[in-house]
């Protein structure tokens, strides 16, 4: 059995999408156990009517209700209050008795296995870092994003979590992303540092120390990934890597240039297709390729970004995620918790010491 | 009397466009005077010849030309070798005789006042620091690059030269950009500091530190900018800032993201749009909507990248420049010397010393 932690209140289709992709994701997987933590002026039985009359007749979901199947594997945990978007990550400590802190407790004492959340970014970043806590001998948890530039997707971390980063952090990261990046794709990754040049004398000392750390850890650790040296924006949204390294700072800054440069194209875009008659027409035709670009960097199917190197599996999805990309969420936590992916980190991180320290 | 140099064997269409460009500008400006160094086989007369025969009847190019108008405004100075684009910037060194080479030491030697160039990045960084020299009391060049996001557009700097800062070179920027601001757009700039937040917690030392030091420093000096704090890549995009100030290896990534990232956008688009007939139609019709987004990039109206703090003006060209965006270059070089840039950047820095030690 496989238990997964989800504040139901995370998320701008919150809480309606997001239980119904528990759901979905209930009658995909039958050894799957669901917490929802959930606010207590919340009507569950209404919520749960609201999901069964919009549901398709005959659909499975409808039984799946009807029937109170899913009683057995999900339960419902009421809270005092939630985090909304706005929420500073300092307010939210202030209530204990919130919707994500339940969840991150429950991770903690080890009640579930991962937890799947939708909501305020800031407060999942640190809550899960200061109460789930880190993997022994792991220095630095790092947030690891998707970049949906080929499928797979080209893994980036880490993409903000920690503004400061040393060479040892970055072999670490490469690490643990490897490990993950075997368990999902099953294939070896290559890895490379993210720099401003390809060249070896290119960079600023964090990288050119982090490259000779890599080059050294390599040559006694094969099989864990390729490492390919340095490599450019350019190389990344070409597909050339796939895993990204990076310090907190850098790896942000790349991620928000890529999605605020994305959004601003697509703005231009309908500027141009708002243009005279013809454009507007023109406009109207092509609103499926522009829907596709637009939703971009949502890439739900990979569940979204993970925050790795703690000792339980911490999922963020997109605030926009609907149902099924909750589903994919909930299923991707539930393959890596079915994959120990935790104690894979560990381990490899333990062998890894030697060249740290 | 203003005097440009220019390597005229810089750039994707050199000698000819970088020539034709040269001719333009110095049919604009009554009283400017080019040094344009060349490989000593290249043949002049031809090339004029090519000009002359390719520009429309009756044109003033072609009066410019055949009655020898340029002569007393243009000479040439026969080299022995040029560097190409995939010369490594120290092979450069190596022949003194060289086009570019060439121009910096007239530029160190002042019989120029600034030098345009179209080609090798690299070369023009290295070269350009190296044989021109500091500004007195500058402690680090920067690169200024130009993001196209509005008009005016938005400055960035350092986009590539520093890898590594100190929060002291970070305010010298400001001060720098700031003049030159002030000079081509003739208003006061905000200047804001790339960073992974907008909140005054966010941030590496860094920008806490260049942070620190520029709100102090603006106290005193109410007039140089507006300063506004930190920004995110998602304001530059939406221009909430005209200069943004940056070490060169974020900045040189933020750059690179947006570059690589429009490049990949639009590939995306023009391989939906050769799906099918009716796709490929609509590909045809939205051509010119493209190509303007193609070239978004190449932002030729403001004459290029800048290095800024040097002891004369050394502006970088895009290597795909056509003889438009060469005039302008020399045009914008020209206004730059006309309004004593160096010496302006000069006075500034000397009243920021305080500041700083």
């Known amino acids: 059995?496989?238990?997964?932690?989800?504040?139901?209140?995370?998320?701008?289709?919150?809480?309606?999408?997001?239980?119904?992709?528990?759901?979905?994701?209930?009658?995909?997987?039958?050894?799957?156990?669901?917490?929802?933590?959930?606010?207590?002026?919340?009507?569950?039985?209404?919520?749960?009517?609201?999901?069964?009359?919009?549901?398709?007749?005959?659909?499975?979901?409808?039984?799946?209700?009807?029937?109170?199947?899913?009683?057995?594997?999900?339960?419902?945990?009421?809270?005092?209050?939630?985090?909304?978007?706005?929420?500073?990550?300092?307010?939210?400590?202030?209530?204990?008795?919130?919707?994500?802190?339940?969840?991150?407790?429950?991770?903690?004492?080890?009640?579930?296995?991962?937890?799947?959340?939708?909501?305020?970014?800031?407060?999942?970043?640190?809550?899960s870092v200061l109460i789930v806590g880190r993997i022994d001998n792991v220095k630095r948890p790092a947030l690891l994003t998707i970049l949906p530039f080929s499928n797979p997707p080209i893994f980036l971390l880490d993409s903000g979590a920690n503004a400061e980063c040393k060479p040892e952090y970055i072999l670490q990261f490469a690490i643990m992303a490897s490990t993950y990046y075997k368990i999902i794709v099953s294939k070896t990754p290559t890895v490379g540092i993210l720099n401003i040049g390809n060249e070896e004398i290119k960079g600023n000392t964090l990288t050119k120390e982090a490259n000779i750390l890599l080059k050294n850890y390599i040559q006694k650790n094969e099989n864990l990934f390729n490492y390919i040296g340095f490599v450019e924006p350019y190389d990344v949204v070409n597909s050339k890597v796939n895993i990204v390294l990076a310090d907190g700072f850098s790896g942000n800054i790349m991620l928000k240039s890529f999605e605020s440069l994305s959004e601003y194209m697509m703005d231009v875009l309908k500027r141009e297709f708002s243009k005279g008659l013809i454009n507007k027409a023109l406009g109207l035709v092509l609103r499926s390729n522009f829907r596709r670009l637009k939703n971009f960097f949502d890439y739900s199917e990979y569940g979204g970004a993970i925050m790795l190197g703690l000792k339980g599996i911490c999922i963020k999805t997109h605030g926009r995620a609907n149902y099924k990309a909750i589903k994919n969420a909930i299923n991707f936590t539930y393959k890596l918790a079915k994959n120990n992916i935790i104690e894979r980190i560990h381990e490899q991180i333990k062998s890894g010491e030697v060249w740290i320290t």
Chains 1, 2 share one sequence.
């Open 1 to 127: 059995m496989i238990k997964i932690g989800i504040d139901i209140m995370g998320g701008d289709y919150a809480p309606y999408s997001t239980l119904e992709g528990v759901l979905y994701s209930l009658m995909e997987n039958k050894d799957l156990y669901v917490v929802a933590t959930y606010h207590k002026d919340v009507d569950l039985n209404d919520l749960m009517k609201k999901i069964f009359v919009s549901s398709p007749k005959r659909s499975k979901i409808r039984g799946f209700i009807k029937n109170n199947l899913w009683k057995s594997r999900l339960n419902f945990i009421p809270c005092s209050s939630y985090v909304s978007m706005k929420d500073k990550p300092s307010n939210f400590f202030k209530d204990k008795d919130n919707t994500l802190n339940k969840i991150f407790e429950l991770l903690k004492m080890k009640e579930v296995d991962g937890v799947v959340y939708a909501g305020n970014t800031g407060a999942f970043l640190e809550g």
